[in-house]
């Protein structure tokens, strides 16, 4: 079995228990993931099966997420899972002081990771260190956020921002509640967050655990092509002479225009339409990065 499979990630768990229940399920030893999400977010987790492990890192990096952020708390973890380190009436903020300052998280920003987190610092989980008392500041980086949207706003004494968010890779929404707290000077975290696109993949086409479950005791699962998700890449079809050598790691020139690409990038199909891999364009060359289907 290969593939992939567009798993709605339930609440409480962390990736790495998806895995290995996805691993169980479908008794499969070789099951990644894509894109970590935390124990309490819930959402699309991009499940790679079998042979397509060895495609996730050519995944496209989009994200998207439905977060709730709540006024007037800051905690350890920068949700609600972590301790309480401050909390204070914030029912005095209305919505369109929020508005006015939105603006300033959106683009390419600089970003402070929260201290709970799995970025690693020589070799060890920020999450580890914390947990064991050591002051430890992650570094600072640059994210890029393309959209912010206001879904819906719930005043009270620890008023609500319900936003839509969309962003590159490495973005930290826990980090965003925090900051934005700290521009209004309430104190923010975030409440709760569902991922709703991630890689390529979207939550209204996603599979819980139940319905993969009851699928594979069905023999009805199958898993999504593994070639689907990496519809974004340019695509190029080799002749049978010319995709054997391409297979068996010989670099080719000929019969492909390499010029002029998106992306360095390829999806590499046979003349019948079968996916042979990841193609790697350079001068005058066109390599295999990732050999997928061998042509025998």
């Known amino acids: 079995m290969q593939g992939f499979l567009n798993l709605n990630k339930p ?30 977010a819930t959402g699309v987790l991009p499940i ?56 300033q998280f959106i683009g390419k920003i600089q970003q402070i990771p929260p201290s709970y987190s799995a970025i690693q610092i020589d070799g060890k989980r920020l999450y580890d260190l914390a947990r064991q008392g050591v002051p430890v500041e992650a570094p600072v980086r640059t994210v890029e956020v393309f959209t912010i949207d206001i879904l819906d706003w719930r005043a009270g004494v620890f008023p ?58 069905a023999g009805i699962f199958k898993p999504i092509n593994p070639d689907l998700p990496l519809e974004y890449l340019p695509s190029v079809s080799l002749s049978a002479e010319t995709g054997k050598k391409w297979c068996q790691g010989q670099k080719i020139a000929e019969e492909i225009d390499i010029s002029n690409l998106s992306s360095p990038y390829l999806r590499v199909y046979s003349q019948d339409g079968c996916f042979l891999g990841i193609g790697e364009s350079k001068p005058d060359l066109f390599v295999p990065a990732m050999v997928f289907e061998p042509i025998s």
């Open 11 to 40: 609440f409480g768990w962390t990736s790495h228990d998806c895995v290995a229940k996805v691993r169980k399920i479908l008794h499969l030893k070789k099951v990644g993931h894509a894109g970590t999400l935390d124990p309490a």
């Open 160 to 217: 609500e921002l319900e936003i839509a968010i969309s962003c590159g890779t490495g973005t930290y929404i826990r980090a965003i509640a925090r900051d934005l707290g700290l521009v209004l000077q309430t104190g923010g975290t975030l409440a709760a967050l569902q991922r709703t696109v991630s890689s390529g993949f979207d939550l209204t086409n996603s599979m819980t655990i139940e319905e993969l479950e009851t699928q594979s005791q």
């Open 48 to 103: 790679a099966l079998g042979k397509a492990t060895r495609l996730l890192q050519y995944l496209p990096s989009d994200k998207a997420y439905r977060a709730t952020i709540r006024f007037g708390v800051s905690t350890t973890t920068d949700d609600l899972q972590g301790e309480v380190i401050s909390s204070q009436s914030s029912s005095s903020l209305d919505l369109e002081t929020i508005k006015a300052v939105i603006p």
